[in-house]
């Protein structure tokens, strides 16, 4: 079964900087776009950034030029790199997959979470 955990999560100052890893595994056969999406406390989950196996990435618009996503396909894991923090970035950030396996296209997939909590 497919399975995606994240790490890196943490207390960071405001101003500081922080990285989130995802990693991927069981039997996969693609990955045809790799993301980040975030939950604070009493909002909804929005879209933080989002890559494809290609390279191609895509940002909210309130959050580019902070946060850099990146990918290593051959490791089937990819990374948020986030920095200048705010208070308001305090959320559980999950990463997300769009994964092809055996017998099952295009599913989407989520890990756990990790908390993100930015200090003043």
């Known amino acids: 079964q497919v399975q995606l955990v994240e790490s890196g999560g943490g207390l960071v100052q405001a101003g500081g900087s922080l990285s989130l890893s995802c990693a991927a595994s069981?039997?996969?056969?693609?990955?045809?776009?790799m993301g980040w999406y975030r939950q604070a406390p009493g909002k909804q989950r929005e879209l933080v950034a989002t890559i494809t196996t290609g390279g191609n990435t895509n940002y909210a618009d309130s959050l580019k030029g902070r946060f850099t996503i990146s990918r290593d396909n051959v490791k089937k894991m990819w990374y948020l790199q986030m920095n200048s923090l705010k208070p308001e970035d305090t959320a559980v950030y999950y990463c997300?997959?769009?994964?092809?396996?055996?017998?099952?296209?295009?599913?989407?997939?989520w890990g756990k979470g990790t908390q993100v909590t930015v200090s003043q």
């Open positions: 997300n997959a769009d994964i092809t396996s055996i017998g099952r296209y295009g599913q989407d997939y």
């Open positions: 069981g039997i996969i056969r693609s990955i045809n776009a």
